[in-house]
């Protein structure tokens, strides 16, 4: 008779957001493809299109805004990318 063992540990799908933000932070690419310093959240060119407002935002730690912030960034690089607007 088989066991079922869970090799993983059911994770919240908080934790799991933590852990897939936390891995974009330490990984070295960009959303748009381009190398990026590890521990930041986008390469300089992103980062440079960013208002002053979003790029704030991603000064928070995860759980204190940074999620929401950085999100929101995402979501203003992808539009920034679909109106062709080139920094
Ligand atoms: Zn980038």
Do not use: N, W
């Amino acid at each position: 008779m088989a066991t079922t063992i869970q090799s993983r540990p059911e994770l919240s799908p908080q934790s799991r957001l933590a852990v897939r933000l936390r891995d974009e932070l330490e990984s070295k690419r960009c959303i748009c493809h381009r190398r990026k310093a590890a521990g930041k959240s986008f390469c300089s060119k992103c980062q440079m299109q960013l208002t002053k407002e979003l790029a704030d935002g991603l000064d928070k730690k995860i759980f204190a805004g940074y999620e929401e912030a950085y999100q929101a960034a995402v979501d203003f690089l992808a539009e920034q990318k679909r109106k062709g607007r080139h920094a």
